[in-house]
T-cell receptor, first 113, second 119 residues
């Protein structure tokens, strides 16, 4: 069975541009979360979506937004990119409501120049 | 506020040595979940274990073992007879429980411990 898949794997953007990152959860998982991991730090929570509704939001500016589609896949959008947005963006999926394990994808490496 | 502290930034051992990675957490919740993940250089976070706050039994899985002590708010991870393939960054994480009893998606991570196992 496929795990959590993310695309693109690597990308380079210029300051001020916009980026869209995509995530497909494990089949049957309805909860998707996004995390940002800067070099040398632990991942930080950005968003959680369950059944297409936002269920949690971390301490990130409004330039960050996300959505979940009817097939439970998800997009993370970041507007007006800053150099400090350079990071590994991780998507995670889980079953909600049964004391579940949270599984992560391989991430999208974003470099802002 | 919830917090996870991994005081060891980097650990270096020689193959076959035992190594313990420390994790101390803070939470006001009575129900919570603790996790350990392994992150190799490729970036993917590999799930190792989940423990809920009501289950203080220690767990062993092959060369891996975990010691959960609520009295000291610690959830330490030991690798016995370490191998070069164990080299990675290891993260401890905490999650509060959702109202419906499940683990919420927002994990609070420590800063990680980089383990280097030399042949």
């Amino acid at each position: 069975d496929a795990g959590v898949t993310q695309s693109p794997t690597h990308l380079i953007k210029t300051r001020g541009q916009h980026v869209t990152l995509r995530c497909s959860p494990i089949s049957g998982h309805k909860s998707v979360s996004w995390y940002q991991q800067v070099l040398g730090q632990g991942p930080q929570f950005i968003f959680q979506y369950y059944e297409k509704e936002e269920r949690g939001r971390g301490n990130f500016p409004d330039r960050f937004s996300a959505r979940q589609f009817p097939n439970y896949s998800s997009e993370l959008n970041v507007n007006a990119l800053l150099l400090g947005d350079s990071a590994l963006y991780l998507c995670a999926s889980s079953l909600q409501g049964t004391g579940n394990t949270i599984y992560f994808g391989e991430g999208s490496w974003l470099t802002v120049v | 506020a919830q917090k996870v502290t991994q005081a060891q930034t980097e650990i270096s051992v020689v193959e076959k040595e035992d190594v313990t990675l420390d994790c101390v957490y803070e939470t006001r919740d009575t129900t919570y979940y603790l996790f350990w993940y392994k992150q190799p250089p490729s970036g993917e976070l590999v799930f190792l274990i989940r423990r809920n706050s009501f289950d203080e039994q220690n767990e062993i899985s092959g060369r891996y073992s975990w010691n959960f002590q609520k009295s000291t708010s610690s959830f330490n991870f030991t690798i016995t007879a370490s191998q070069v393939v164990d080299s990675a960054v290891y993260f401890c994480a905490l999650s509060e429980a959702a109202l419906n009893g499940g683990s919420q998606g927002n994990l609070i991570f420590g800063k990680g411990t980089k383990l280097s196992v030399k042949p």
